[in-house]
């Protein structure tokens, strides 16, 4: 294999960013999709050259065999992690260069930071499988300008700190919903559990205090602030309990309330607090609506539910509905700060016993959740209260391409709902 080299960029190398940038192949999954005009091709050629000056490192050119086939980049991020992206001439895919650059920029990133993340469009599935193959994990989704963006991270030195990774309701790794879990978090600060969930950087990550063998506190933190509860963090903590413990019943106390759990294999039940529903006041709806950019929705009531946490259930009119969600993302998530809502449950009904569902997340800084443990349990109380009791699986994830699912069941005798679902470590 020829040697592949990456070198400081310069002003020799702004004929191929020209090129490139001119190319939709190029350009396809990076900020509009368009093709870059020349004005903007210099700003971004300038601002590499700042960068070096500035931090010492920056873009580079990769060169193979002495020809310069691509670019490969290093950024400074806000909070001290370094950011990762690369192009590579269409002449040259199918070559394992993308891997072989993804490798190379980690290693470089690691040797100068503690953390090193990248994002690819959700349609790049390709970019998503160099990054997980180069060690970085999915952790969230995330608005970029409009498009939903993939986020992935690797720390360096993370698996010291006892912090284990499972994605929950789903029985692939690259699919369900990933959270981070800390077993035994009994000499951790409110302040150290909080720097950990910042930097795994899953939605939420659960942090666990043994009362007995079989009974735990546990906290749940996303990475800016602790929240009351989580279904999915739920669902990965006690199968990552039961894999060290044994299969059989856990109990935890949440801040939002005791819950019971019942394990079997990468399976677990979760039963929640006491659900509780009620119609939303048509201001909310309204807003809502207008911030969804939805002018008409599906037959039902919208309402608030409650299973561990706040969220705003709405019925939408068919499954193409639920496919083209896109929102304003800081008008919805301004509003839900305003009402304390976590997410908002968008679902479609496709028979009694099957529903497809979307869950923004804007105030957690995420365009949606790939599974919503909390909001299913809200949701079937929602259901039960209306119709009687209820059993049903929800499918959620699915586009986004993390599909997961989730099992409901509510009955008549118990105002609690059991949600349950598969969880596995992630590698």
């Not at 991020?77 to 040259?92: F, K, M, N, S, T």
């Not at 992935?152 to 309701?169: C, E, N, P, Q």
């Not at 037959?299 to 561990?308: L, Q, Y």
Request: proline share 5%; with cysteine.
């Amino acid at each position: 294999m020829v040697r592949m080299e990456l070198v400081r960029w310069e002003n020799e190398h702004f004929g191929y960013m020209l090129r490139w940038a001119s190319d939709p192949r190029m350009t396809a999954y990076v900020g509009n999709g368009m093709p870059w005009t020349p004005d903007y091709v210099t700003e971004r050629h300038e601002q590499a050259l700042r960068h070096w000056e500035v931090h010492g490192f920056g873009l580079h050119a990769v060169v193979e065999d002495g020809v310069v086939i691509g670019l490969a980049q290093m950024l400074d991020g806000d909070l001290g992690e370094i950011e990762i992206g690369y192009w590579i001439d269409p002449a040259w895919w199918g070559r394992g260069i993308a891997s072989r650059v993804a490798v190379e920029l980690r290693d470089r990133a690691l040797a100068i930071s503690d953390r090193v993340v990248a994002g690819t469009d959700a349609g790049n599935c390709a970019s998503g499988r160099v990054l997980e193959k180069a060690g970085l994990r999915y952790f969230t989704s995330r608005n970029m300008g409009g498009r939903l963006q993939h986020c992935y991270a690797l720390d360096r030195g993370m698996s010291d700190k006892g912090v284990l990774r499972y994605s929950a309701f789903t029985t692939d790794p690259a699919g369900g919903n990933p959270a981070g879990v800390v077993l035994d978090a009994s000499d951790l600060s409110d302040e150290e559990m909080l720097g950990i969930a910042a930097k795994v950087g899953y939605s939420e990550t659960a942090f666990v205090v043994p009362r007995t063998e079989r009974e735990f506190d546990v906290r749940y933190f996303s990475p800016q602030a602790e929240v009351p509860f989580c279904g999915h963090a739920t669902i990965a903590t006690s199968v990552a309990l039961a894999e060290r413990i044994g299969d059989g019943p856990l109990t935890f106390h949440t801040p939002a309330g005791e819950i019971t759990i019942e394990t079997s294999g990468r399976t677990a039940s979760l039963t929640s607090v006491p659900t509780s529903t009620s119609a939303a006041a048509p201001a909310l709806v309204a807003d809502a609506l207008e911030a969804l950019g939805y002018k008409e929705i599906g037959d039902g009531p919208v309402h608030v539910g409650f299973g561990g946490a706040r969220h705003l259930l709405i019925p939408l009119k068919d499954r193409e509905q639920l496919r083209e969600l896109d929102y304003d993302f800081d008008a919805l998530r301004d509003l839900m700060l305003a009402h304390d809502l976590t997410t908002v449950h968008l679902f479609w009904r496709e028979s009694a016993d099957l529903v497809h569902a979307r869950d923004p997340f804007p105030v957690g800084g995420v365009v949606e959740d790939a599974a919503t443990g909390a909001a299913a349990a809200a949701f079937g109380g929602y259901l039960r209260d209306l119709e009687g009791p209820q059993r049903f699986v929800i499918s959620q994830g699915e586009d986004m391409g993390r599909p997961s699912r989730l099992e409901v069941d509510a009955t008549r005798e118990d105002r609690r709902v059991t949600v349950t679902g598969a969880a596995v470590p992630i590698p």
